[in-house]
């Protein structure tokens, strides 16, 4: 319907056909589209519809059959507009570039460990390698991924298609992070400041150089936030998940020239000029400007142009509205992780290190999963949102809550039995010894019961920013916060310094629990129902299988013979993991519960293919 035109009526000969859907047959052979219950309960939502005809001269035109019928006079000819791509065809998509870029962004932090170990040296990169990605979030990162989506989503309701926002939008994002970027370079020895404790166990001069190298990656974080913002507002999601691997492919290139440089990074006194402070420190951060210009080719695709566009249009205000809240939220989440990281240097040195490889280890299941399944999501449930069909944005919540649960729980409680296996086998080696490594792993399973908390957190987060509400999230972090601070600092006065990095990880995690348990309160306020009771009983059957699954793989680990400590906890890794998981998953396929039914049919297709 042109813009501006009244709307149709039923009778209309141009309005919409519906065709009920026929009894017995299913919907769909593929995953579906939305939560599979909201098709049966109510009549609505269980047919399916036919375009109406575009005025259009088809060829039946030229026998003088009539427009648009064919040569039979019984029904119109439909001419397709081409659909936005499936929540699961999307996501799968992007779950594959996603398990790719985690595997890409694992092993050249394994790489980072083998060349100099989880001492002094890592723990001031892993730091310095931190502030960008905090100060990209202080400045726009936050409002990016949450509130900007949403928006341009509205604005292709606009004639041009919210060309005109967009180009505003980039405007006001490139400029704000120049400046911020500048600003952050010059003031590098003031931020090392904020996030190390004064004492023997860490080395501010090396983690200010590395700063001064890894801060201008800022810039280009948001260059790739922006794009990918307005790509997926356009449901093109494949770029955005396949440029990461690219940046991680420049950064184990780094690493190999890194191991293959002859001396070492130079301590007493740090030299900015050293070799191999350089390679790291540029190779790094050109690994992110590769990331954000593989984006700018897609983006011409689509017929977009940018150019200069200044001055504050009505719906900029309501993006500042907005964007002060997310930066709120931002704020204190960095107040949280800021004391985390001055708690970490307390301990032993590594503790940063450890706990960085750690959350990332953490994160992979999440990455693969719930990144790519919010990402394809959060269009959809932006437009559901922009409708005011509350029904259908609480079907997207209860879907998407349900297949994190059943596709993390059982992964979390593998994770917690093998964590130790893990960390051995991945980071034991070259300058790190077996010891360290192991308590990577242990720092590992402690947390790893916050994995569906956190991913449940990263969902209400989104249907809030759907819903054009960005003071709830803020409110949630602050009381997460307050809660976390002190039990950090409970962590060097109850805990030996060595294990210090095992008791943030727990805390962490805690956080997390009481995070999704206040936004699922918050929702049912704002909400109404959020079908609760269906979500329960899913994390009820979900825990039951991967309860079994886990005792499963306890008993298989014990057949395991000593063949040392490297190549044991290799053979645990595997064995244990594939037990543990085809228990787990395979009690849920006998249940039949319904939510791993995408995935058994998607893997079903893939083995089938081969």
Request: glycine share 10%.
């Amino acid at each position: 319907m042109p813009f501006g035109a009244p709307p149709l009526q039923p009778n209309d000969p141009d309005a919409t056909v519906f065709i009920p859907r026929i009894g017995g047959v299913p919907a769909s052979s593929k995953w579906p589209l939305a939560d599979p219950d909201v098709l049966r309960p109510y009549d609505t939502l269980a047919t399916r519809f036919m375009p109406r005809v575009q005025p259009s001269v088809t060829s039946a035109d030229s026998f003088g059959e009539g427009p648009g019928l064919d040569a039979t006079g019984f029904l119109p000819r439909v001419t397709e507009t081409p659909a936005a791509p499936s929540l699961a065809r999307s996501s799968s998509k992007m779950a594959i570039a996603s398990l790719v870029s985690r595997i890409t962004g694992f092993f050249w932090k394994i790489m980072l460990v083998w060349a100099v170990g989880t001492g002094i040296v890592n723990d001031s990169f892993n730091i310095a390698n931190t502030m960008p990605n905090i100060f990209f979030e202080l400045l726009l990162g936050g409002v990016l991924s949450s509130v900007v989506v949403p928006l341009l989503v509205r604005s292709q309701d606009d004639p041009d298609g919210g060309e005109e926002y967009t180009q505003r939008m980039l405007t006001v994002g490139l400029v704000l992070l120049l400046v911020g970027t500048v600003v952050a370079v010059m003031a590098a020895p003031a931020l090392t400041s904020l996030y190390i404790e004064p004492g023997d166990h860490a080395n501010p001069e090396l983690t200010t150089a590395f700063a001064r190298l890894l801060l201008p990656e800022i810039f280009f974080y948001g260059v790739f936030a922006l794009l990918s913002a307005i790509l997926n507002a356009k449901h093109i999601f494949g770029p955005t998940a396949w440029a990461p691997v690219m940046n991680n492919v420049v950064v184990i290139v780094t690493l190999a020239l890194f191991m293959i440089l002859p001396g070492e990074v130079s301590l007493n006194p740090v030299r900015m000029g050293q070799p191999k402070l350089l390679v790291l420190g540029i190779g790094v951060t050109l690994g992110i400007v590769v990331q954000a210009l593989l984006l700018v080719p897609p983006l011409l695709r689509t017929g977009f142009r940018f150019r200069w566009r200044w001055g504050i249009d009505r719906r900029m205000k309501e993006f500042g509205g907005l964007a002060l809240w997310i930066l709120g939220y931002v704020a204190v989440s960095q107040i949280g992780l800021t004391i985390n990281t001055r708690v970490l240097t307390t301990g032993d040195p590594g503790g940063v290190t450890i706990y960085s490889n750690a959350w990332l280890l953490f994160q992979l299941p999440y990455g693969v999963i719930g990144v790519s399944l919010l990402t394809a999501i959060m269009p959809r449930l932006s437009r559901n949102a922009a409708d005011g069909d509350t029904r259908k944005v609480v079907a997207d919540l209860s879907y998407a809550s349900r297949i994190s649960t059943v596709m993390l729980v059982p992964i979390a409680a593998v994770m917690t039995l093998i964590g130790e296996p893990i960390g051995i086998a991945l980071f034991s080696g070259g300058e790190n010894s077996a010891t360290d490594a192991a308590r990577l792993g242990e720092a590992l399973a402690i947390s790893a019961f916050g994995l569906l908390p956190y991913a449940l957190v990263m969902l209400q987060l989104r249907v809030f920013y759907a819903m054009k509400d960005a003071r709830t999230p803020t409110l949630i972090m602050v009381v997460m916060t307050l809660v976390k601070i002190p039990l950090l600092y409970l962590c060097p006065v109850l805990l030996d310094s060595r294990q210090i990095v095992l008791g943030t990880m727990m805390v962490n995690s805690l956080t997390f629990v009481i995070g999704a348990i206040m936004g699922q309160v918050w929702l049912w306020v704002s909400l109404g129902n959020l079908r609760s009771k269906r979500v329960l009983g899913v994390i009820l059957f979900t825990v039951v299988a991967s309860g079994l699954g886990v005792v499963t793989a306890i008993l298989a680990g014990t057949i395991v013979p000593d063949f040392g400590v490297r190549i044991t906890a290799w053979i645990k890794l595997i064995l244990q993991g594939l037990v543990g998981l085809g228990v787990s998953f395979g009690v849920l396929a006998a249940l039949k519960v319904e939510e791993l039914a995408p995935a058994t049919k998607r893997f079903t297709r893939l083995v089938k293919r081969r």
